[in-house]
């Protein structure tokens, strides 16, 4: 398997742009995570996805920030505009249950709003 | 709110020395993972505990689990330069029907030849 694929791997922009990352899960994993990390605040979970539906999506920062997953193969982190306190590595990560399996990470994307 | 805390944050030991890094959380758990995390690179997985007692090993780490403490530790034995990195602890709590994952602060560990 490929492992969980994100995309882009570093993505620049400016400030009051948009902005989407992208995340392909692990084929047959039924949950998939978001998180952003940066030295600061750490790994902080943004949102998570169950069998393509969304449990809790307290740890979104505003309203700013919107994830989708339209299927169980694709999902998305959108910041609309973005500013320059977004910047961070995003990760996402995907697992089978979360009984006995671990996470299995993306590499992430590096954002850098300027 | 579950929150997890580890110490100390930064380690900087030297090597064959043995050493342990603690990892405390706040409300009851259904699970324990460790992860490495090198500079610039994912989270690769290391353990998952899951029961009171646990503990698991793998080379030069080994994990426990206090589920009665809310504890978990990870040991490091004769340290080796290769083993420097980030670890992480991450809790995983059942919240109504489903499964959240909140990670800690993270250990940075240094192995100094």
Sequence with gaps: DAGV??????EVTEMGQEVTL????????????????T???GLELLIYFNNNVPIDDSGMP???FSAKMPNASFSTLKIQPSEPRDSAVYF????FGTG???LHF????RLTVT | ELKVEQNPLFLSMQEGK????????????????????????????LFVLLSNGAVKQEGRLMASLDTKARLSTLHITAAVHDLSATYFCAVGRRETSYDKVIFGPGTSLSVIP
């Design chain 1, 5 to 10: 694929i994100q995309s882009p791997r570093h």
């Design chain 1, 22 to 37: 992208r995340c392909k899960p692990i084929s047959g994993h039924d949950y998939l995570f978001w998180y952003r990390q």
């Design chain 1, 39 to 41: 030295m600061m605040r």
């Design chain 1, 62 to 64: 505003e309203d700013r």
């Design chain 1, 92 to 95: 996402c990560a995907s697992s």
């Design chain 1, 100 to 102: 006995g399996s671990p």
């Design chain 1, 106 to 109: 993306g590499n992430g994307t």
């Design chain 2, 18 to 45: 043995n050493y342990t890094i603690y990892c405390n959380y706040s409300t009851t758990s259904d699970r324990l993972y460790w992860y490495r995390q090198d500079p610039g690179k994912s989270l690769e997985s």
